[in-house]
């Protein structure tokens, strides 16, 4: 298949138009006419993935951040951006990313997240549009199935998603009392936190969350739950095989970088 005809199926899950404003998703790097027989899916477009690319001698890559964020004045070895993308060039490799978008889409990110949580129903925590008479946006707030203490909260979100740990602002805020409403914003979610407190959520579960940001958060009732920025959006590699081995069926060989989290606990 063409990079293109790949492209448009990526379209029809998680639409250009889903995306924030200020967001960069879509084909950012190689021909968009290019014949795709192997692809890689990673979370980001580093240089482990593309080198890993290019080592298996992958066509495409499909990853969840942009590697280009910001306008950039020139292409060359000297930076990190640069050196990706020439590489890229080079190897006559195409890069595409659903970001935002995929964040946003029904179905996609929040929803798979809040999903294996145990979120059910609900609402996004921040509405963008409608498709089709469904709310989409980012995050997901809602009831869970089973309403657990907040330290059990923590630990199912360790549990579930695979993480080596998590951090938690206001431990003591749902000992004797369960959690019963909570809300999930997988990536940067600071700043979701005065939506999740307007939406009545006791546990809010996210990544990035500095240190006043999080205490603040805790002195108003809501429990943070920080999994880190890559520790819920790897979901992405996985549910991303499926809907494309779904769609394309072998047509073309799907690769996934292994995981590996970023950060360590020493």
């Known amino acids: 298949m063409r990079c293109s005809e790949i492209i448009n199926i990526l379209e029809e899950l998680a639409p250009h138009r889903m995306a924030c404003e200020w967001d960069n998703p879509g084909l950012l790097a190689g021909r968009k006419e290019k014949e795709v027989k192997k692809l890689l899916l990673c979370v980001d477009a580093d240089d482990e993935a593309v080198a890993l690319a290019v080592r298996q001698g992958a066509d495409m890559i499909v990853s969840h951040h942009p590697l280009i964020f910001r306008s950039i004045k020139r292409v060359t070895d000297e930076d990190f951006i640069g050196r990706r993308l020439v590489e890229m060039i080079q190897s006559d490799l195409s890069c595409f990313a659903m970001h935002t978008n995929f964040d946003s889409a029904p179905g996609c990110m929040a929803d798979l997240a809040a999903e294996r949580i145990g979120i059910c ?3 996004p925590l921040e509405a963008m549009g409608e498709e089709n008479g469904v709310l989409y ?3 997901k707030t809602g009831s869970l199935k089973t309403p657990v203490t907040g330290m059990e909260l923590a630990r199912r979100v360790k549990e579930t998603f695979g993480l080596p740990f998590v951090t938690v602002y206001g431990e003591g805020l749902w000992e004797k009392e369960q959690v019963v409403r909570a809300a999930v914003c997988p990536g940067s979610g600071g700043s979701t936190i005065q939506a999740a407190l307007e ?17 603040d958060a805790a002195a108003q009732g809501l429990m943070i739950i920080d999994a880190g920025h890559y520790g819920l959006e790897h979901i992405f590699m996985d549910y991303m095989e499926g809907y494309l081995r ?19 606990v020493v």
């Open 246 to 264: 779904q769609r394309l069926g072998d047509q073309i060989q799907i690769l996934k970088m292994p995981l590996h989290f970023p950060a360590a």
């Open 137 to 139: 946006g980012i995050g």
């Open 199 to 215: 939406k009545g959520a006791q546990a809010l579960i996210t990544g990035d969350i500095g240190h006043h940001a999080g205490i």
């Open 121 to 123: 129903g609900g609402e």
